[in-house]
């Protein structure tokens, strides 16, 4: 997971550099990034009851996506399900 967060910085920066990408996509991306990031800190670091609240407001966050590119969300609602 640690592999998968060093990977997401990279393509965030890289989102950051590439001028042929609409910005609509790139905040897209950006928050699939973002959330992709929390949920494998949570791997990382294990769910309790002390960051069970935070897992909740991560959920509400996917939930409230503006788009859902490749089905992104979708993927990210199921992998969040799975760390409860």
Known sequence: FEQAIS????FRHYLKTEKLIAED???AQYEFLRCL???AEFKLSGVD???LHNLSVLKKEIMNMSANPLGAKNWLIEKAAELK
């Open 37 to 39: 990031t929390r949920l």
């Open 49 to 51: 009851k002390k960051n």
């Open 7 to 10: 990977a997401v910085d990279a």
């Open 25 to 27: 996509q790139k905040t």
